[in-house]
């Protein structure tokens, strides 16, 4: 099969065998792979052959023998990217990305989704309604990351929410605090672009941070950006016993200062991944057009096109989900 490999910290595309499945595992064709914020940081730290790509769907089209009677050719299909052990106390809550020996797709453990196939666990699949386009089931996995940070942040109805980036990831906090019933949605971002579409999908009042300052006494602020100083800048926004989630990927040392947090006596998580009950949802909302996604795809790019979509997401852009889509052969 073909697929986008790591080699000197790029992506080219190149053959490599196809995978065959485990005896509880399938093979998915794959329709759609997004691009992730994570994706950019992460690919040119990661070692040769590496085939990355964690939001992706496709259709089944091989099964182990312990599933296939489970899984029929053609059943359209997205699976969380990582594999528990379905032992430990996590695996068993349905906390896979937790298990003590977590086998994540994409980040040099196992294969991901930016090739024409890619081998999961059924066990962590989910079918898809047909009539989706199975491009787009690559959404399932971002809106399940949206999910768990807003039931991380214990957001309701009434709370007044504070977004701090309008990224795919902000975008789906978006999306579901909406769908929750939440009108009081503030969205920071700098780039004008993004703040329409945060905007088009729910937001009650865009603010560009250059010019205005964030405000306070937010009930949730969910942070999706990344980088040094934002914890202090959620710390200074939310209310007195109210939630600050991270969701951004920071990759360089940051500080911030306790005792504003202790004043104000708030709840902080830092979030990653999502439940199996999350996912699960993601895919029955999606599938069932619950959500407000206009806007969400930016564009659809080819496999060969992966390096140019990196390099070009890597830079202040209104660009928000990129989906990569390989040509499927006929046959794994």
């Keep these: 099969m073909r697929a986008a490999v790591i080699e000197g910290g790029k992506f080219t595309v190149r053959e490599v065998p196809d995978p065959q499945p485990g005896p509880d595992e399938l093979i998915l064709r794959v329709h759609g792979c997004g691009v992730c914020g994570s994706d950019l940081k992460t690919y040119p730290l990661l070692p040769d052959g590496t085939i990355m790509g ?43 990305a937790r298990c003590v020996t977590p086998q994540p797709l994409g980040l040099g453990v196992r294969s991901g989704g930016f090739a024409e196939y890619v081998a999961v666990a059924a066990s962590e699949t989910v079918a898809l309604e047909p009539s989706i386009d ?5 959404l399932v996995e971002p809106l399940a990351v949206g999910l768990h940070a807003l039931n991380r942040g214990h957001a309701r109805s009434g709370d007044r ?3 701090i980036g309008a990224g795919p990831v902000g975008l789906s906090i978006v999306v579901w605090a909406r769908h929750r019933g939440i009108a009081d949605i503030t969205v920071v971002d700098p780039v004008p672009g993004r703040r329409d579409s945060a905007t088009a999908m729910g937001a009650s009042r865009v603010i560009d941070p250059t010019t205005t300052p964030l405000g306070t006494d937010f009930d949730v602020v969910i942070e999706c950006v990344g980088k040094s100083g934002m914890v202090a800048a959620c710390v200074d926004a939310v209310a ?8 951004g990927v920071c990759m360089t040392e940051d500080t911030f200062m306790p005792v504003g947090a202790v004043v104000k006596d708030i709840t ?8 199996r009950d999350e996912f699960a949802a993601a895919a ?7 959500l407000r996604l206009d806007g969400y795809v930016s564009a659809f790019a080819a496999l060969d096109d992966l390096q140019e979509v990196a390099e070009d997401l890597s830079h202040p852009t209104d660009q928000q989900k990129i989906i990569i889509t390989p040509l499927p052969r006929s046959t794994p």
């Design 54 to 96: 964690h939001e992706f769907a496709g259709e089944v089209v091989a099964a182990g023998p312990d599933v296939a009677g489970l899984w029929p050719i053609g059943t359209p299909a997205a699976a969380l990217p990582v594999i528990g052990c379905r032992r430990c106390r996590r695996c068993a809550e349905g906390d896979p």
């Design 240 to 247: 007195a016993g109210g939630h600050v989630v991270v969701a």
């Design 161 to 163: 929410v504070l977004v």
């Design 284 to 290: 029955v909302a999606l599938g069932s057009d619950e």
């Design 134 to 138: 199975l491009r787009t089931g690559a």
């Design 268 to 275: 902080m998580s830092f979030v990653s991944y999502y439940s």
